[in-house]
Nanobody
Framework: QVQLVESGGGLVQPGGSLRLSCTSS????????VGWFRQAPGKEREGVSS????????FYADSVKGRFTIGRDNSKNTVYLQMNNLKPEDTAVYYC???????????????WGQGTQVTVSS
């Protein structure tokens, strides 16, 4: 079973930045499609960004385009989500997910992390 661990969440002021990381101790993430999702209190989980494995395609939700960037750091077996110009509505628990075949913004991933809290507030 792939184990995913997110890190990098925290409290940041509006307009600030955070960099989330997703890593695995079990498998090489370069061979997996990886997605970032978030869930705010009282709301459904939504896809934020995703990254294909072999083709390197990226997807972003409209709400984060131009502010968030997804990428890989294969030297650290990590997929990161760089989040700039954060807004209060970005407040949520952020999850990473991985799958051998899927890499879109839908939730069809086999493996999920436990989540990291991001709070954007002044």
């Amino acid at each position: 079973q792939v184990q995913l661990v997110e890190s990098g969440g925290g409290l940041v002021q509006p307009g600030g930045s955070l960099r989330l990381s997703c890593t695995s101790s079990e498998f090489t993430l370069d061979y997996f499609g990886v997605g970032w999702f978030r869930q705010a209190p009282g709301k459904e989980r939504e896809g934020v960004s995703s990254l294909g494995s072999s083709n390197g395609r990226t997807f972003y939700a409209d709400s984060v385009k131009g502010r968030f960037t997804i990428g890989r750091d294969n030297s650290k077996n990590t997929v990161y989500l760089q989040m700039n110009n954060l807004k209060p509505e970005d407040t949520a628990v952020y999850y990473c997910a991985a799958d051998h075949w899927h890499y879109g913004l839908g939730p069809d991933y086999d493996y999920w992390g436990q989540g990291t809290q991001v709070t954007v507030s002044s």
